[in-house]
């Protein structure tokens, strides 16, 4: 599972080399919003040391996202992720190979900074 907090740098450490097809893969997310079924790409960065052990990505959430760093802005809630591999960084799935490497759940916790009112 992928925990996001809101206005914070998220560590998140992934397998995906061992799914992998490429040799040096980027790899690009896409975050499907379980309720409101919206859409967010972005790609991030693997950080870690020991890339045939484990990935590491740095996800930030911010107001102002920027897709190709890793800073993105989502809503609190739950989302489905998908993981596919490209050899280049790209922000569209068709420019992946297409296969999914991995899925599963996030989590955004916090604020969304909405202010409501009720009657």
Do not use: H, W
């Not at 890793?70 to 960084?89: D, R």
């Not at 799935?93 to 202010?115: E, L, Y």
Request: proline residues 3%.
């Amino acid at each position: 599972m992928i925990v996001i907090n809101k206005n914070q740098s998220n560590l998140n450490i992934l397998e995906l080399t061992s799914s992998s097809s490429l040799l040096n893969p980027n790899y690009l997310f896409e975050f499907e919003n379980d309720l409101n079924k919206s859409l967010t790409y972005f790609t991030a960065q693997d950080m870690s040391n020991f890339k045939c052990r484990y990935n590491s990505f740095n996800i930030i959430d911010d107001t102002t996202p920027i897709p190709l760093s890793g800073q993105v802005s989502l809503l609190t809630g739950m989302y489905t992720y998908n993981v596919y591999e490209a050899s280049a960084v790209t922000l569209s799935v068709s420019a992946t190979t297409g296969v999914v490497i991995q899925t599963g759940k996030a989590i955004v916790n916090g604020d969304n900074n909405v202010s409501s009112v009720y009657k």
